[in-house]
């Protein structure tokens, strides 16, 4: 166990379709980071935040969104869904900004019909 | 364009049999180089972390080595067992600092240990 948390597990939704994924980084870790996996893809980075802050950004659409809260939990919002944004969704937490070493959360698989 | 490339893309061995997974980078220079296992539909779970003064590092059965000037890496697994059946993913991160955006993630290699 990582100790990072991210709910639900599984969500399956609609095209067109808004959905919100949630991850609670480990106990003292600032940074959290967001990445996608597609079916056998690599991990792609989309957006990585610190104390609150948006410190670094990948290849995210820009329908996709996050946020993270004064308690530190981070928020991944998906709006307008599509077929092909059906992946692993992981989020990361670390204890610096600079790279550290990353602990990953335990995913939430999204499935867009 | 940083990039890191790791081979093979898949791996069938035997179980109790040893295997090495290579990892080839262009990151320069470089401050670290991560090996992870991510298990089908799970999150990676670190295995090594190496600085580029490094050039070996263990973590039981696994074994990882770098050479920083031919900007090699390889991953070794001593004694498999069926539970190492899982995706190895090599992760580079440049010198400087920076945030997530900076890492360079390998596409990974598939094992998988049969009886």
């Known amino acids: 166990d990582s100790g990072v948390t991210q709910t639900p597990k599984h969500l399956i939704t609609a095209t067109g379709q808004r959905v919100t994924l949630r991850c609670s980084p480990r106990?003292?870790?600032?940074?959290v980071y967001w990445y996608q996996q597609s079916l056998d893809q690599g991990l792609q980075f989309l957006i990585q935040?610190?104390?609150?802050?948006?410190?670094a950004k990948g290849n995210i659409l820009e329908r996709f969104s996050a946020q993270q809260f004064p308690d530190l939990h981070s928020e991944l919002n998906l709006s307008s869904l599509e077929l092909g944004d059906s992946a692993l969704y992981f989020c990361?937490?670390?204890?610096?900004?600079?790279?550290?070493?990353?602990?990953f959360g335990p995913g939430t698989r999204l499935t867009v019909l | 364009k940083n990039q890191v490339e790791q081979s093979p893309q898949s791996l069938i061995i035997l179980e109790g049999k040893n295997c090495t997974l290579q990892?080839?980078?262009?990151?320069?220079?470089?401050?670290?180089l991560r090996w992870y296992k991510q298990d089908t539909g799970r999150g990676p779970v670190s295995l090594t972390i190496?600085?580029?003064?490094?050039n070996t590092k263990s973590n039981g059965r696994y074994t990882a080595t770098l050479d920083a000037d031919t900007k090699q890496s390889s991953l070794h697994i001593t004694a498999s067992q069926l539970s190492d059946s899982a995706s190895y993913i090599c992760?580079?991160?440049?010198?400087?600092?920076?945030?997530?955006?900076?890492?360079?993630f390998g596409t990974g290699t598939q094992l998988k240990v049969e009886l």
């Open positions: 990361a937490s670390s204890v610096a900004f600079r790279q550290g070493e990353q602990f």
């Open positions: 106990s003292g870790d600032l940074s």
């Open positions: 935040y610190y104390n609150g802050e948006e410190r």
């Open positions: 990892c080839n980078y262009t990151v320069s220079p470089f401050s670290n």
């Open positions: 190496m600085t580029f003064s490094e």
């Open positions: 992760v580079v991160s440049p010198a400087g600092g920076g945030g997530g955006n900076k890492l360079t």
